[in-house]
């Protein structure tokens, strides 16, 4: 199975592969089209096939192996720390 990731700003379809037969979509927002019906992208949809398919508007999506230790145990990774709620955004104007 190859994962990609839509990328384009306007909807496509992509010819040949259809719903749960050869693909499924899973979309950013909305539902899925039903079985066997032809997959129509929209910007942010997720997209895994059975087959490479080159598409310049789909990235595919790399999934990297978690890191481990010599001895085969999973290394912590850390997360990003949350934004607080008292934080503000930053100036557009760095002179602000």
Do not use: C
Request: hydrophobic letters at 30%; a negative charge; zero cysteines.
């Amino acid at each position: 199975m190859t994962n990609y990731h839509f990328t384009g700003a306007h909807p496509r379809v992509l010819a040949g592969l259809s719903q749960g037969v050869n693909a499924t979509i899973t979309p950013a927002d909305g539902d899925a089209p039903p079985h066997g019906a032809t997959l129509e992208a929209r910007l942010g949809d997720a997209v895994r096939t059975d087959e490479p398919y080159e598409h310049p508007e789909l990235a595919e999506v790399i999934e990297e192996e978690p890191p481990v230790d010599e001895d085969g145990s999973p290394i912590p990774v850390p997360k990003p720390p949350k934004p607080s709620s008292k934080s503000r955004p930053a100036p557009a104007d760095p002179t602000e």
